[in-house]
């Protein structure tokens, strides 16, 4: 019997991807969305999802 291996769990580092300015500005966009159309409602999933987004934005400000 060979070994095989898995690649359950393995992270690929997003900086590695060819277009990841644009991935990252996309998502940063869909949670910028999401935080503005629950403006006055779950408070908690627009915090979070405001904080998905600066998040991505520092990720982006470090590439740039």
Avoid: H, W
Wanted: with cysteine.
């Amino acid at each position: 019997m060979e070994k095989q291996y898995c690649k359950v769990g393995s992270v690929t580092p997003i900086a590695a991807k060819p277009n990841v300015i644009t991935l990252l500005e996309y998502q940063y966009q869909n949670f910028v969305d999401k935080a503005s159309k629950m403006e006055y409602s779950n408070t908690k999933l627009r915090e979070f999802f405001e904080q998905k987004a600066q998040k991505i934005q520092k990720s982006l400000e470090g590439l740039v």
